[in-house]
């Protein structure tokens, strides 16, 4: 399988300020990539050297196999939504698909078909954009990702605005784009969301990645607790099956994996009244726990490029 997205050794510096510090990672076809880290981690930076908008110092990134300037027509092959907010507040939602649409030489049907997807109105598209509500602003955006068809999607924050209802439209469309055999790269500081949704992780601290994988592997790390009537003869099970065990507050830890240890106290004949991570909080405590050290909140990347513009 070729990855759609190869980042390598990417960096970005700002002054004597380094904003991205050596990042590789890539984003493979048919699954969603989920790109978390705390505000100022370096996520925004990254979007931005991915589509063109901001040069890199050191590291390449490619789309489909080359940079994204080196594609012919990039909004036939790559959607990107960085800021929802950055579309022209003067025209009507309907005016900036149609020009998007013929800039990429697409059919004027197009147009509807896309409204229709990301369910905006009639009366809504007549609207001029500065009068849509941040939820919408994120509608028409996806809408204008979508438009030419693409392969692969790059979205920043992309449910910024949408209540719980559009939350769960957002997770169904892009988890369908990627059952289809697209590629999702998707930013967001939503962490269940992220968890709901993504197939695989990366996490960016202080301009760094310090962990990558699928959800499974990484939710796995943080090893597993479960609890029995007896946690001595849980424990022994455990450890007939190779596991390493140890026993507190009446609940048994290992590093191994929830399927592993629930197969292995089954095997044995145990049932178990409590299987969990061992952290007890999944996906979030692991973020937080892995980007402790990132002291960045009150420095932004767009903050950075505006500085830098």
């Known amino acids: 399988m070729t990855a759609m997205i190869t980042i390598d050794s990417l960096t970005k510096k700002y002054g004597a300020f380094t904003a991205v510090d050596e990042v590789t990672f890539t984003a493979e076809p048919g699954r969603v990539t989920g790109f978390l880290g705390p505000n100022g981690a370096g996520k925004s930076t990254t979007m931005r050297v991915m589509v063109g908008l901001t040069e890199p110092t050191s590291g390449h990134v490619h789309v489909l196999g080359r940079p994204f300037g080196a594609l012919p027509n990039p909004g036939r092959e790559v959607g990107v939504l960085l800021d929802a907010s950055a579309q022209h507040a003067g025209r009507t939602g309907r005016e900036i698909l149609t020009i998007a649409a013929r800039t990429m030489g697409l059919p004027k049907g197009r147009v509807d078909e896309m409204l229709e997807r990301v369910s905006l109105t009639e009366e809504e598209a007549g609207r001029r954009v500065r009068n849509y509500s941040l939820g919408m602003r994120q509608r028409l955006g996806i809408a204008t990702a979508l438009l030419g068809d693409p392969e692969v999607l790059i979205l920043d924050e992309p449910a910024n605005g949408l209540d719980p209802a559009g939350i769960r439209w957002m997770r169904d469309l892009l988890r369908g784009f990627?059952?289809?055999?697209?590629?999702?790269?998707?930013?967001?500081?939503?962490?269940?969301?992220?968890?709901?949704?993504?197939?695989?992780?990366?996490?960016?601290?202080?301009?760094?990645?310090?962990?990558?994988?699928?959800?499974?592997?990484?939710?796995?790390?943080?090893?597993?607790?479960?609890?029995?009537?007896?946690?001595?003869?849980?424990?022994?099970?455990?450890?007939?099956?190779?596991?390493?065990?140890?026993?507190?507050?009446?609940?048994?830890?290992?590093?191994?994996?929830?399927?592993?240890?629930?197969?292995?106290?089954?095997?044995?004949?145990?049932?178990?009244?409590?299987?969990?991570?061992?952290?007890?909080?999944?996906?979030?405590?692991?973020?937080?726990?892995?980007?402790?050290?990132?002291?960045?909140?009150?420095?932004?990347?767009?903050?950075l490029e505006g500085a830098a513009a």
């Open 178 to 303: 990627g059952d289809q055999g697209g590629t999702v790269l998707l930013s967001s500081h939503l962490l269940h969301e992220i968890e709901v949704i993504a197939d695989d992780i990366v996490v960016i601290g202080n301009g760094r990645i310090v962990a990558g994988g699928t959800k499974e592997e990484l939710l796995a790390s943080a090893g597993t607790l479960a609890r029995a009537a007896d946690p001595a003869v849980l424990s022994r099970a455990l450890e007939a099956a190779g596991l390493v065990t140890s026993i507190a507050d009446g609940a048994v830890f290992t590093d191994a994996d929830l399927t592993t240890v629930g197969r292995a106290a089954f095997a044995a004949g145990i049932a178990l009244t409590e299987l969990r991570t061992a952290d007890g909080a999944g996906l979030e405590e692991m973020f937080l726990e892995l980007t402790a050290e990132s002291q960045r909140d009150a420095v932004t990347d767009n903050k």
